[in-house]
């Protein structure tokens, strides 16, 4: 799939609760419908699979919203480590912003980080009916040492903060926002989840990242669950996102052809 092909996405600004202005393209196509796209730790709203799953889903005639969370992309306020529940928040300004110009949001689909973000928003706001989870992880206190080093704990408390060299961009993680990764618990939040929420987890069998095994944890445990692993994919779906876009585009346009 080419995510270079130029799309007419209109660029919005919504502010969340925080007065950051979060910046988003709107790839409009006059559905009621909007769904709405969340990117993972460290990436934005261009990321290939966010952008991919736009332009098919406006080729459906189905209107997407991909954003930058607070802190990363275009949008305003400062990069965080953790900051889970700060971003379902976000999201929540981002669905009240489409619902109060009588738009509905059938779904909401995050990867890697997102995913975790869309399930929590799913446990605390019960107002979208579908999510999909593409590869997030099912317990937060794994995949912290591959980016702090084995003793991220101790030296947090004694300095207060770890500096992540990681390429060019480099970030702080606090002892605050680790500690809030430490306590968010995705099993408890999945128990939260209304269970005429439809939830679709999607993980590559390969993924080198978060291991598929997390999915088959959430498909344990989230009362109206479809899982579909896509075989030979890694975390990001380098080499297979013409069936990941497939995998979802079939569950949306099912999804609202429910709701119609």
Do not use: W
Not at 214 to 237: Q, R, S, W
């Amino acid at each position: 799939m080419d995510s270079s092909e130029k799309s007419s996405a209109q660029r919005i600004v919504i502010p969340n609760r925080h007065k950051e202005k979060l910046v988003g393209l709107l790839h409009e196509t006059g559905s009621r419908e909007v769904v709405i796209l969340c990117h993972g730790f460290q990436s934005n709203k261009d990321n290939q699979t966010m952008n991919n799953v736009a332009a098919t889903l406006e080729k459906e005639g189905i209107t997407a919203f991909r954003f930058d969370f607070s802190g990363n992309g275009e949008s305003e306020g400062s990069f965080y480590y953790g900051n889970y529940n700060h971003e379902a928040d976000d999201l929540r300004s981002v669905v009240q912003h489409f619902s109060n110009m009588d738009r509905v949001v059938p779904v909401v689909l995050g990867h890697s980080k997102g995913g975790d973000v869309v399930l929590l928003y799913a446990s605390k706001y019960h107002d979208i009916r579908n999510v999909i989870n593409l590869s997030g992880r099912y317990d937060l206190k794994k995949g912290i040492t591959e980016r702090l080093g084995e003793d991220f704990l101790e030296t947090i408390k004694q300095q207060g903060f770890i500096d992540v060299k990681d390429g060019k961009s480099g970030y702080r993680v606090t002892e605050e926002s680790l500690m809030e990764r430490l306590s968010t618990d995705m099993h408890e939040a999945c128990l939260k989840i209304d269970k005429e929420c439809r939830v679709l987890t999607v993980h590559g069998s390969d993924d080198e990242v978060i291991p598929v095994e997390d999915a088959k944890e959430f498909a344990k445990i989230i009362p109206n669950h479809k899982l579909t692993i896509v075989e030979g994919a890694d975390h990001c779906y380098t080499k297979h996102q013409t069936q990941l876009v497939a995998t979802i585009t079939e569950f949306i346009k099912t999804v609202i052809l429910k709701n119609n």
